[in-house]
Protein backbone atom coordinates (compact mmCIF):
# COMPACT_ATOMS: atom_id res chain seq x y z
CA UNK A 1 0.00 0.00 0.00
CA UNK A 2 1.54 3.51 -0.73
CA UNK A 3 2.38 5.43 2.18
CA UNK A 4 2.10 9.70 2.01
CA UNK A 5 5.53 11.59 2.85
CA UNK A 6 5.01 11.29 6.50
CA UNK A 7 3.82 7.66 6.52
CA UNK A 8 -0.02 7.88 6.11
CA UNK A 9 -0.94 4.82 4.14
CA UNK A 10 -3.71 5.23 1.35
CA UNK A 11 -5.86 2.70 -0.07
CA UNK A 12 -7.04 2.56 -3.60
CA UNK A 13 -10.06 4.27 -2.83
CA UNK A 14 -7.88 7.25 -1.96
CA UNK A 15 -5.67 7.06 -4.79
CA UNK A 16 -7.99 6.84 -7.10
CA UNK A 17 -10.03 9.79 -5.31
CA UNK A 18 -6.95 11.81 -5.63
CA UNK A 19 -5.98 10.86 -9.46
CA UNK A 20 -9.35 11.94 -10.54
CA UNK A 21 -8.85 14.89 -9.12
CA UNK A 22 -5.80 15.38 -10.35
CA UNK A 23 -7.20 14.48 -14.22
CA UNK A 24 -9.94 16.82 -13.86
CA UNK A 25 -8.00 19.59 -12.74
CA UNK A 26 -5.24 19.46 -15.01
CA UNK A 27 -5.59 22.39 -16.85
CA UNK A 28 -5.99 24.19 -13.58
CA UNK A 29 -2.63 23.91 -11.71
CA UNK A 30 -2.33 22.97 -8.48
CA UNK A 31 -3.32 26.02 -7.24
CA UNK A 32 -7.17 25.04 -7.01
CA UNK A 33 -8.71 25.31 -3.45
CA UNK A 34 -9.61 21.65 -2.01
CA UNK A 35 -11.80 20.74 0.89
CA UNK A 36 -11.49 17.64 2.37
CA UNK A 37 -15.25 16.61 4.14
CA UNK A 38 -14.84 14.00 7.03
CA UNK A 39 -11.13 14.53 6.74
CA UNK A 40 -9.76 11.99 9.49
CA UNK A 41 -6.27 11.28 10.09
CA UNK A 42 -5.96 13.66 7.37
CA UNK A 43 -4.39 10.87 5.08
CA UNK A 44 -5.51 12.30 2.31
CA UNK A 45 -4.09 15.30 2.73
CA UNK A 46 -0.70 14.35 2.56
CA UNK A 47 -0.96 12.46 -0.54
CA UNK A 48 -2.68 15.85 -2.19
CA UNK A 49 0.70 18.25 -0.57
CA UNK A 50 2.83 15.17 -2.68
CA UNK A 51 1.32 16.08 -5.39
CA UNK A 52 1.83 19.73 -5.31
CA UNK A 53 -1.81 20.71 -3.94
CA UNK A 54 -1.18 23.72 -1.55
CA UNK A 55 -5.04 25.19 -0.64
CA UNK A 56 -6.22 22.50 1.61
CA UNK A 57 -8.96 23.10 3.98
CA UNK A 58 -10.63 19.97 6.40
CA UNK A 59 -13.91 19.71 7.76
CA UNK A 60 -15.04 17.30 10.26
CA UNK A 61 -16.88 16.08 13.02
CA UNK A 62 -14.36 14.88 15.42
CA UNK A 63 -13.34 17.27 17.46
CA UNK A 64 -10.02 15.18 18.79
CA UNK A 65 -9.33 14.86 14.70
CA UNK A 66 -9.55 18.32 14.32
CA UNK A 67 -6.94 18.79 17.03
CA UNK A 68 -4.34 15.96 15.90
CA UNK A 69 -4.85 17.32 12.26
CA UNK A 70 -4.19 20.91 13.46
CA UNK A 71 -0.82 19.40 15.21
CA UNK A 72 0.37 17.99 11.90
CA UNK A 73 -0.38 21.31 10.23
CA UNK A 74 -1.77 19.83 6.60
CA UNK A 75 -4.51 22.01 6.16
CA UNK A 76 -5.01 25.87 6.03
CA UNK A 77 -8.32 25.86 8.04
CA UNK A 78 -9.96 23.57 10.07
CA UNK A 79 -13.98 23.47 10.18
CA UNK A 80 -15.85 21.84 12.58
CA UNK A 81 -19.60 20.50 11.70
CA UNK A 82 -21.98 17.89 13.20
CA UNK A 83 -21.61 14.40 12.89
CA UNK A 84 -24.92 13.89 10.90
CA UNK A 85 -22.37 16.13 7.67
CA UNK A 86 -26.29 17.94 6.81
CA UNK A 87 -24.84 21.39 7.24
CA UNK A 88 -21.17 22.70 6.87
CA UNK A 89 -20.50 25.92 8.40
CA UNK A 90 -19.10 27.46 4.96
CA UNK A 91 -20.28 30.08 2.51
CA UNK A 92 -22.07 29.02 -0.98
CA UNK A 93 -19.64 28.48 -4.07
CA UNK A 94 -16.19 28.63 -2.16
CA UNK A 95 -14.24 25.58 -3.56
CA UNK A 96 -12.80 24.65 -6.58
CA UNK A 97 -12.95 20.95 -5.59
CA UNK A 98 -14.65 18.98 -2.81
CA UNK A 99 -13.83 15.68 -2.09
CA UNK A 100 -15.37 13.15 0.09
CA UNK A 101 -14.23 9.51 0.90
CA UNK A 102 -16.31 7.17 2.84
CA UNK A 103 -13.72 4.95 4.55
CA UNK A 104 -16.00 3.60 7.77
CA UNK A 105 -19.36 3.03 8.71
CA UNK A 106 -19.04 5.81 11.49
CA UNK A 107 -19.30 8.06 8.46
CA UNK A 108 -22.71 7.69 6.62
CA UNK A 109 -23.21 10.08 3.61
CA UNK A 110 -26.72 11.49 3.67
CA UNK A 111 -28.95 13.29 1.35
CA UNK A 112 -27.90 16.26 3.07
CA UNK A 113 -24.64 15.59 2.90
CA UNK A 114 -24.92 15.22 -1.15
CA UNK A 115 -26.64 18.56 -1.37
CA UNK A 116 -23.92 20.13 0.66
CA UNK A 117 -20.53 18.75 -1.11
CA UNK A 118 -22.62 20.76 -4.03
CA UNK A 119 -23.58 24.06 -2.44
CA UNK A 120 -19.95 24.94 -1.39
CA UNK A 121 -18.67 24.11 -4.63
CA UNK A 122 -17.92 26.40 -7.07
CA UNK A 123 -19.62 26.81 -10.42
CA UNK A 124 -17.28 24.73 -12.91
CA UNK A 125 -15.41 23.04 -9.78
CA UNK A 126 -15.76 19.24 -8.95
CA UNK A 127 -16.78 17.10 -6.54
CA UNK A 128 -15.04 13.59 -6.14
CA UNK A 129 -17.23 11.05 -4.04
CA UNK A 130 -16.09 7.42 -2.78
CA UNK A 131 -18.54 5.19 -1.64
CA UNK A 132 -17.76 1.70 0.35
CA UNK A 133 -20.97 -0.51 -1.27
CA UNK A 134 -20.14 -2.69 1.94
CA UNK A 135 -20.77 0.28 4.28
CA UNK A 136 -23.68 1.24 2.83
CA UNK A 137 -27.60 -0.26 3.12
CA UNK A 138 -29.01 -0.98 -0.45
CA UNK A 139 -31.12 1.89 0.18
CA UNK A 140 -28.92 4.36 1.23
CA UNK A 141 -26.94 3.63 -1.95
CA UNK A 142 -30.39 3.94 -3.39
CA UNK A 143 -31.47 7.55 -2.15
CA UNK A 144 -27.96 8.54 -2.34
CA UNK A 145 -28.17 7.66 -6.07
CA UNK A 146 -31.35 9.48 -6.65
CA UNK A 147 -30.14 12.30 -4.53
CA UNK A 148 -27.30 12.70 -7.12
CA UNK A 149 -29.69 12.46 -10.19
CA UNK A 150 -31.67 14.78 -9.06
CA UNK A 151 -29.15 17.48 -8.62
CA UNK A 152 -28.23 16.56 -12.19
CA UNK A 153 -31.87 16.64 -13.30
CA UNK A 154 -32.04 20.03 -11.47
CA UNK A 155 -29.14 21.37 -13.19
CA UNK A 156 -27.10 21.56 -9.88
CA UNK A 157 -24.38 19.30 -11.47
CA UNK A 158 -23.24 17.09 -14.28
CA UNK A 159 -21.80 13.35 -13.31
CA UNK A 160 -18.46 13.00 -15.45
CA UNK A 161 -18.29 9.58 -13.97
CA UNK A 162 -19.29 6.49 -12.24
CA UNK A 163 -16.35 4.07 -11.72
CA UNK A 164 -16.56 0.88 -9.63
CA UNK A 165 -13.28 0.18 -7.55
CA UNK A 166 -12.59 -3.55 -6.84
CA UNK A 167 -10.21 -3.48 -3.91
CA UNK A 168 -8.40 -7.08 -3.53
CA UNK A 169 -10.17 -6.83 -0.15
CA UNK A 170 -13.90 -7.88 -0.19
CA UNK A 171 -15.16 -4.43 -0.15
CA UNK A 172 -15.99 -2.43 -3.15
CA UNK A 173 -15.90 1.25 -3.61
CA UNK A 174 -17.92 3.53 -5.93
CA UNK A 175 -16.25 6.76 -7.24
CA UNK A 176 -18.68 10.02 -8.11
CA UNK A 177 -16.78 12.54 -10.38
CA UNK A 178 -19.21 15.73 -10.84
CA UNK A 179 -19.04 19.05 -12.49
CA UNK A 180 -21.38 21.92 -10.66
CA UNK A 181 -22.82 23.49 -13.27
Not at 53 to 62: G, I, T, W, Y
Not at 101 to 107: I, P
Not at 156 to 181: G, M, N, Q
Request: hydrophobic share 35%; with cysteine.
Amino acid sequence: MPHSARGEACGQADLMTIDKVCEQCGNLGKDVSILDVSAGSGRIAWEFIKRGFVHLDALEACEENINALRQKALYDRYFHCDKSYKEFPLADCVYDVVVYVQVSRDKKITNGTVRQLARVTKHGGLVVICLNRNLSSEEQEINLETIMMELQTDNVWECLSRHVIAETTPKTDILYTFRKV
